[in-house]
């Protein structure tokens, strides 16, 4: 079955700094990976996503992620956080072994990562 | 395009009252999703509908139902409101051009409260 994992709840991180936000995943195939960022009462917007190719994916408002076959993660990351940048961010992944159209109930969403950058 | 709508905002029921919550897009897009968001647990499926006409139970459809009349509307029923049921509802849509490689516009969310 196929999972993911976000391990840490809260990520605290001061402006200007460096920011990493974790995700594990478990697929039988290979991955479909997703970020998405939550904003005070909003909906999910989305920031990136791998499918294929070149294992570094860059995306929206500065944020990149790096795929780990071996390591099966797919880190958030942005080289100088924002005060902005604080939100609530998901990861996602879907199978791409799944067939036909049962792919659109299968993408599984991990539990949030609350980044909080502080001035 | 106003993208993804989602009516009402906030409700509040009480046990064994029903509702109808609204989910409308105009992206044209062929998949459509209902999520529920509880803390700590992230976002689970109740129900989705690849097409007009046709829908499929997600990960948690028990106690809700829903309708995709018309290809940009999906409404989600709650026959008889329970306070499990208390959770911000997200609806989504996606177009299918790459099963599973989708990205998914999401609505702003209702926040539902069962007392």
């Known amino acids: 079955a196929q999972s993911v994992a976000q391990p840490e709840d809260q990520v605290n991180v001061a402006e200007g700094n460096p920011l990493t936000v974790k995700c594990t995943y478990s697929v039988s195939g290979n991955p479909y990976l997703f970020w998405y960022v939550q904003y005070p009462n909003r909906g999910l917007q989305f920031l990136l996503k791998y499918i294929t190719g070149d294992n570094l994916v860059k995306g929206s408002y500065g944020f990149e992620a790096e795929f780990n076959k071996s390591q099966t993660s797919f880190h958030l990351k942005k080289p100088s956080a924002l005060v902005s940048d604080s939100a609530l961010y998901f990861c996602?992944?879907?199978?791409?072994?799944?067939?036909?159209?049962?792919?659109?109930?299968?993408?599984?969403f991990g539990s949030g990562t609350r980044l909080s950058i502080r001035p | 395009n106003a993208g993804v709508t989602q009516t009402p905002k906030f409700r509040v029921l009480k046990t064994g009252q029903s509702m109808t919550l609204l989910c409308a897009q105009d992206?044209?897009?062929?998949?459509m999703y209902w999520y529920r968001q509880d803390p700590g647990m992230g976002l689970r499926l109740i129900h989705y509908s690849v097409g007009e006409g046709t829908t499929a139970k997600g990960e948690v459809p028990d106690g809700y139902n829903v309708s995709r009349l018309k290809k940009q509307n999906f409404l989600l029923g709650l026959e008889s409101a329970a306070p499990s049921q208390t959770s911000v509802y997200f609806c989504a849509s996606s177009y299918p051009g790459s099963q599973g490689k989708e990205t998914q516009y999401f609505g702003p969310g209702t926040r539902l409260l069962v007392l």
């Open positions: 996602a992944v879907r199978d791409s072994s799944t067939p036909g159209y049962s792919s659109a109930s299968k993408i599984i």
């Open positions: 992206m044209n897009h062929e998949y």
